[in-house]
């Protein structure tokens, strides 16, 4: 079968920094997709990658490794609007087709 | 561009109504998805679209489910004899042609049957 798994929930502090890991098995592979999404709201596009390595975009970064069948997201510097789920999404085909995981709903504290 | 648009954003309904469903996508995009949420899940793959052409339906969608995107524009979501099975959040998404395009999401129809 498919599979996405990444944890349900973290909490860290306001400024800290947080790692939400994402594993995959998936019968095809074009790249994965790191998504944010407030409660009650559309999905919104974080980062992309289909190459092993790091991709930086300002506070957030994401990792993959395409042979562990791993990538992280890394959030820095974390503010309060940070509170968020965070979908870790698999491109599974050449048209393009995601199949998401069940995200991981991130808690910032004060 | 006002991004990928859906109406309604929310649907009230009675178990075994039909409900119908709009998604405007960003008008350059030739590719239009369509996936369903659940609370506390990610969103779940349902059908796409190249242009008019449907190229995979999901086995989540039953024959109560149709979609169509007619002139390759705008695409309907039809939902015939609604059960409460069938309350989720209705996503749309667009992309451009190339696999490895990002698909933007737009806010979604919240369905509830009653």
């Known amino acids: 079968g498919q599979n996405i798994d990444q944890p349900t929930e973290m909490t860290a502090t306001e400024g800290a920094i947080v790692q939400i890991n994402c594993t995959y098995q998936t019968s095809g592979f074009n790249g994965l997709f790191w998504y944010q999404q407030h409660a009650g709201e559309a999905p919104t596009f974080l980062s992309y990658n289909v190459l092993d390595g790091l991709e930086e975009k300002g506070r957030f970064s994401s990792f993959l490794s395409r042979s562990k069948g791993y990538s992280y997201l890394l959030l820095k510097e974390l503010q309060m609007k940070d509170s968020a789920s965070y979908l870790c999404a698999v491109s599974t085909d050449s048209w393009g087709k995601l199949q998401f995981g069940s995200g991981t709903q991130v808690v910032v504290t004060p | 561009d006002t991004g990928v648009s859906q109406d309604p954003r929310h649907k009230i309904t009675k178990r075994g109504q039909n409900v119908t469903f709009r998604c405007d996508p960003i008008?350059?995009?030739?590719?239009l998805y369509w996936y369903r949420q659940t609370l506390g899940q990610g969103p779940e793959f349902l059908t796409y679209?190249?242009?008019?052409?449907?190229?995979?339906k999901s086995r989540l969608l039953s024959d109560r489910f149709s979609a169509e995107r007619p002139k390759g524009s705008f695409s309907t979501l039809e939902i015939q004899r609604t059960e409460q099975g069938d309350s989720a959040m209705y996503l749309c998404?667009?992309?451009?042609?190339?696999?490895?395009?990002?698909?933007?999401f737009g806010p979604g129809t919240r369905l509830l049957v009653l």
């Open positions: 998404a667009s992309s451009w042609t190339a696999s490895q395009e990002t698909q933007y």
């Open positions: 679209f190249q242009n008019e052409a449907q190229l995979e």
């Open positions: 008008s350059e995009h030739n590719r």
